[in-house]
């Protein structure tokens, strides 16, 4: 399979807002999904993301 082919089987629908300037500063909310959706970073405890270790090295990696 070609690289055109391949890119028509996984092209996927942009869902960036049309004339925004992404380049600009601001916020931005950012999900991050592991593999099948495990809990692999911590837990949710009373609402609160409570990290495991691996949470606490994806944490200090991210800041």
Do not use: P
Not at 5 to 15: A, L, P
Not at 31 to 40: I, K
């Amino acid at each position: 399979m070609n690289i055109i082919q391949n890119n028509n089987i996984h092209h996927r629908r942009s869902i960036r807002l049309s004339g925004y300037d992404y380049s600009s500063a601001g916020a931005y909310f950012i999900t991050v999904c592991t593999h099948n959706r495990e809990c692999l970073f911590g837990d949710i405890v009373d609402g609160k993301m409570r990290l495991n270790e691996w949470g606490e090295i994806a944490q200090q990696c991210w800041l």
